[in-house]
């Protein structure tokens, strides 16, 4: 009998220049050695980083000591998070029906390929589940007698998902005129939810921040579906430095980010039904002082991008 089977489904890794970070993940992912592995690196961002650039890329392969169907895909110049990671995704999707993306900060258990596993074959076909979250910043708050939960609060830190999810999201905004509570208000947990969200989205939309992970919660809200969740943690994210391209939105959450939970016991077979009481809960526990972190994060992203970064690093060394 094989004891040390290839696992089947398709990984996404993302990587850019934290070569320390990103050895994490891949020795987590040889782990479970998978048929097919894909990986995007953005490119640098000025001369100075062409060689972290080069190094990370060539650490990371290095690590891949079994055989698998290797793609690598790698840009000259640098895209940022906006454009490289979608169009990362777009490029996986055109190959796999399914799939599991991580990024180079974010370090899953042992239990975390099994959950996904199980769950992308289950949930297949309903439409109701836009993706399987891995990460559950406070699971504290979670009902352990259920082994996941359905949410209305994703996370992209340690995900699977499917084609027909990742074909109704684009990374642009046109206009957020008709997005309002009035008409999700049937479907939202949460009036200050919505708000959070709509926030991060203008803040996107004028380029204030570049990334992609609110367009990600809002392509579930505007398509009212569901995340996954697990009731325990079964990713840590290890990025929390002056590195990463949003240090402030990881440190808004780092006292919660290293947690990590134990074995998740056939995770199939725990059938839910969405209750919205887990996500008010959990958003108001999380949350707290949430009109203060409302105003601190507009203030915040009214100075300039070297500014944020200077701010960041002296709170959150």
């Known amino acids: 009998m094989r004891t040390n089977r290839q696992f089947d489904v ?18 987590a992912i040889a782990k479970v050695k998978p048929k097919k592995l894909y990986i995007s690196q953005d490119g640098p961002r000025n001369q100075e980083e062409k060689q972290e650039v080069l190094e990370t890329r060539k650490a990371v392969l290095s690590k891949i000591n079994w055989d698998c169907d290797l793609t690598v895909w790698t840009h000259d110049q640098n895209l940022g998070l906006r ?51 891995g990460t559950n910043l406070y699971p504290k708050f979670s009902n352990k007698d259920n082994l996941y939960y359905l ?42 939810y919505f708000i959070y969200i709509k926030l991060f989205l203008n803040l ?10 609110y367009q990600y919660s809002y392509t579930a809200i505007k398509n009212r579906i569901f995340f996954i969740t697990p009731s325990i943690n079964l990713v840590k994210n290890i990025g929390i430095n002056n ?17 990590s939970g134990n074995q998740l016991s056939n995770p199939a077979s725990n059938d839910q039904i969405y209750v919205k009481d887990n996500d008010i809960d959990y958003f108001n526990r999380f949350y707290k002082y949430f009109y ?11 100075f300039p991008e070297s500014l944020r970064r200077s701010i960041t ?3 959150f060394r």
């Open 10 to 27: 398709p990984i996404l890794f993302i990587i850019f220049r934290r070569k320390n970070t990103a050895l994490q993940v891949i020795e």
């Open 83 to 133: 454009k490289h990671i979608p169009g990362a995704l777009d490029r996986f999707f055109k190959k796999e029906e399914y799939g599991i993306y991580l990024e180079d900060d974010t370090v899953p258990n042992k239990y975390f390929f099994s959950y996904q596993k199980d769950l992308l074959d289950k949930y297949k076909n309903d439409k109701n589940i836009f993706s399987i979250s």
């Open 151 to 192: 949410s209305q609060i994703g996370s992209v830190w340690g995900m699977g998902t499917w084609r027909r999810s990742w074909n109704k999201y684009s990374s642009k905004i046109q206009s957020l005129k008709n997005f309002n509570y009035a008409e999700y208000k049937n479907f939202v947990f949460s009036r200050k």
């Open 204 to 213: 996107v939309k004028s380029n204030k921040i570049n990334t992609w992970d």
């Open 243 to 259: 590195k990463g391209t949003n240090m402030f939105l990881q440190n808004y959450n780092s006292k919660y980010s290293k947690v």
């Open 292 to 302: 203060l972190r409302i105003f601190l994060n507009i203030i915040f992203y009214l």
């Open 313 to 315: 690093k002296l709170f």
